[in-house]
């Protein structure tokens, strides 16, 4: 026959997994935040443009997250988001010859 007990939501299941896709997305929202004022405080301005728009991407994944409990949005954000504020910032800083070397440990390591 057919129990109710063992079906479950999608929801129920995965609340820890929205908790902590929220609270990194945020973690990650708030740091870049202050790491984009410091380069706007130094003057360096692609640095900061690029982690200005990280964290506008990051605050954009926790709000996603909160309010509709889907973590896929999240997750690519996080990942990707966190590849390419990498590469953004090397390149920015070091400009593509300076910064090969940290694209080759961000890829391996």
């Not at 896709?21 to 004022?37: E, H, K, N, Q």
């Not at 301005?45 to 889907?70: C, E, G």
Request: hydrophobic content about 55%.
């Amino acid at each position: 026959g057919f129990e109710g007990n063992m079906i479950q939501t999608d929801e129920a299941e995965q609340s820890p997994t929205y908790d902590l896709i929220f609270r990194c997305s945020l973690l990650c929202a708030v740091a870049t935040s202050v790491w984009a004022t410091c380069y706007f405080v130094i003057g360096a301005l692609w640095p900061a443009v690029i982690s200005l728009a990280m964290a506008v991407i990051w605050s954009a994944t926790a709000l996603h997250v909160f309010r509709s409990k889907q973590s896929v949005f999240a997750v690519y954000g996080l990942c990707y988001g966190l590849a390419v504020f990498a590469f953004g910032i090397m390149w920015s800083l070091g400009g593509l010859e300076a910064s090969q070397g940290v694209i080759h440990w961000a890829l391996v390591g």
